[in-house]
């Protein structure tokens, strides 16, 4: 009697190690529609272990690419959002994402702006009409892999409070220590300024920190340093990403009555408690016209000091939270105009923002200056663009069950 075909194994069938070396080298959109297979595949898939594992071979396949953005998302979907490879950042690839058609945007909101980017999560805001400032803010999470939107349920301290003045900070981390993403905000009133040149701003306000593992948010009970002066948003990240990994979150500030006196404050995402980093000794002596602002280079926190037509120097704090670990790691003086350092991107090209703001990376190594095609930057009459990292994620944006 002859033997019956052996019947084709399914997939299903596989050994669990193989079937998870073969899911992961696929991206995760396509994983989202095998969640519908059977309870077995979306039991493998929704694993906390696979998605990390996914996600780490995502970055380190060098994966990440970075989007461009005017300050803001184009709510009406006019401009494309246009990617950059970061293994090769001189190709385009426009329309990478698009706007989630779940996002209804609700009357008077016509500004929105980017707040974080994290493991293939982007935290974004929408605003009101700056007329209608009495509303507050609308805070989403979104997986642009796996169209997945949430908007944020409304925190405990309104951001705006009738028609007063309001400094408002919103910030996006990780914490490793709990595998939570967490939203923190903070702000503080301020009364008419007495002239044009001069404002008078009251104490902060109560902190509070949004968990996406808990569906909620919370006032905790330490307060952002009442001795900082100003946050300054132009001397903050502009390529968005880069902040938050490590389950910290970093400003740039300078000190109550003292213009080129600056402090890093510092914000633990698991202790949820306010400190500080001392800026390198050298950067606080220059003159005001010289402007700084931080990133990170290598995965280490760096500032950066520069003026129009002079060089640009780049600090580095090679060991976390040690002062005397700043070591001055390059000095850029082959540009002139206006220039303005952007940061460095993944594979350690520093990122330029020139006249009419076209973006150039510049190769250290090479020392070749490649200019990037942006369309439109200066729509919306800003003169900074914001970078945005971004990779591939199967990071699920719904509290935890």
Same mark, same amino acid.
């Given at each position: 009697?002859?033997?019956?075909?052996?019947?084709?194994?399914?997939?299903?069938?596989?050994?669990?190690?193989?079937?998870?070396?073969?899911?992961?080298?696929?991206?995760?959109?396509?994983?989202?529609?095998?969640?519908?297979?059977?309870?077995?595949?979306?039991?493998?898939?929704?694993?906390?272990?696979?998605?990390?594992?996914?996600?780490?071979?995502?970055?380190?396949?060098?994966?990440?690419?970075?989007?461009?953005?005017?300050?803001?998302?184009?709510?009406?979907?006019?401009?494309?959002?246009?990617?950059?490879?970061?293994?090769?950042?001189?190709?385009?690839?426009?329309?990478?994402?698009?706007?989630?058609?779940?996002?209804?945007?609700?009357?008077?909101?016509?500004?929105?702006?980017?707040?974080?980017?994290?493991?293939?999560?982007?935290?974004?805001?929408?605003?009101?009409?700056?007329? $209608?400032?009495?509303?507050?803010?609308?805070?989403?999470?979104?997986?642009?892999?796996?169209?997945?939107?949430?908007?944020?349920?409304?925190?405990?301290?309104?951001?705006?409070? *009738?028609?007063?003045?309001?400094?408002?900070?919103?910030?996006?981390?990780?914490?490793?220590?709990?595998?939570?993403?967490?939203?923190?905000?903070?702000?503080?009133?301020?009364?008419?300024?007495?002239?044009?040149?001069?404002?008078?701003?009251?104490?902060?306000?109560?902190?509070? $920190?949004?968990?996406?593992?808990?569906?909620?948010?919370?006032?905790?009970?330490?307060?952002?340093?009442?001795? $900082? *002066?100003?946050?300054?948003?132009?001397?903050?990240?502009?390529?968005?990403?880069?902040?938050?990994?490590?389950?910290?979150?970093?400003?740039?500030?300078?000190?109550?009555?003292?213009?080129?006196?600056?402090?890093?404050?510092?914000?633990?995402?698991?202790?949820?408690?306010?400190?500080?980093?001392?800026?390198?000794?050298?950067?606080?002596?220059?003159?005001?016209?010289?402007?700084?602002?931080? *990133?990170?280079?290598?995965?280490?926190?760096?500032?950066?000091?520069?003026?129009?037509?002079?060089?640009?120097?780049?600090?580095?704090?090679?060991?976390?939270?040690?002062?005397?670990?700043?070591? !001055?790691?390059?000095?850029?003086?082959?540009?002139?105009?206006?220039? $303005?350092?952007?940061?460095?991107?993944?594979? !350690?090209?520093?990122?330029?923002?020139?006249?009419?703001?076209?973006?150039?990376?510049?190769?250290?190594?090479?020392?070749?200056?490649?200019?990037?095609?942006?369309?439109?930057?200066?729509?919306?009459?800003?003169?900074?663009?914001?970078?945005?990292?971004?990779?591939?994620?199967?990071?699920?944006?719904?509290?935890?069950?």
């Amino acid at each position: 009697m002859d033997k019956l075909p052996k019947q084709p194994t399914t997939m299903e069938k596989l050994p669990e190690e193989i079937l998870s070396d073969i899911l992961i080298r696929l991206p995760a959109k396509q994983l989202a529609q095998f969640r519908c297979v059977s309870k077995p595949m979306n039991a493998l898939l929704s694993q906390p272990s696979f998605i990390k594992s996914h996600l780490h071979r995502s970055i380190h396949n060098n994966d990440e690419m970075f989007m461009v953005f005017c300050s803001e998302l184009c709510l009406d979907g006019e401009i494309p959002i246009i990617a950059h490879p970061s293994h090769s950042p001189d190709i385009e690839n426009p329309n990478f994402i698009n706007l989630p058609a779940s996002l209804t945007i609700p009357p008077g909101y016509t500004h929105s702006s980017i707040i974080g980017s994290l493991n293939g999560l982007i935290c974004f805001g929408l605003w009101p009409t700056y007329t $209608v400032f009495v509303r507050d803010p609308i805070i989403c999470i979104w997986n642009p892999s796996l169209n997945a939107l949430r908007i944020l349920p409304p925190y405990t301290i309104p951001a705006s409070l *009738g028609f007063e003045g309001i400094d408002l900070h919103i910030r996006f981390g990780y914490d490793p220590e709990t595998d939570d993403y967490k939203v923190v905000k903070f702000s503080r009133l301020f009364q008419q300024p007495a002239s044009a040149f001069e404002s008078y701003f009251k104490e902060w306000l109560e902190v509070e $920190v949004y968990s996406m593992r808990k569906g909620s948010w919370k006032l905790i009970n330490d307060r952002f340093p009442s001795h $900082v *002066g100003w946050i300054s948003e132009f001397a903050g990240l502009s390529i968005i990403g880069s902040d938050g990994h490590d389950g910290h979150i970093h400003w740039l500030c300078e000190l109550n009555g003292k213009i080129t006196k600056h402090t890093i404050v510092a914000f633990d995402l698991a202790t949820e408690i306010f400190g500080e980093i001392p800026v390198p000794d050298s950067i606080p002596q220059y003159k005001k016209d010289r402007t700084k602002l931080f *990133g990170y280079l290598s995965g280490n926190l760096c500032v950066m000091s520069y003026m129009e037509d002079g060089d640009i120097e780049v600090w580095v704090m090679n060991e976390y939270g040690v002062a005397e670990s700043w070591v !001055k790691h390059h000095v850029f003086s082959q540009f002139s105009g206006n220039i $303005v350092p952007l940061g460095f991107i993944l594979n !350690k090209e520093f990122l330029l923002q020139g006249d009419k703001n076209r973006l150039a990376l510049y190769d250290q190594i090479a020392a070749k200056v490649n200019s990037l095609e942006v369309i439109a930057t200066s729509r919306f009459g800003f003169d900074r663009v914001k970078i945005v990292s971004y990779v591939d994620s199967l990071v699920w944006i719904a509290p935890a069950s």
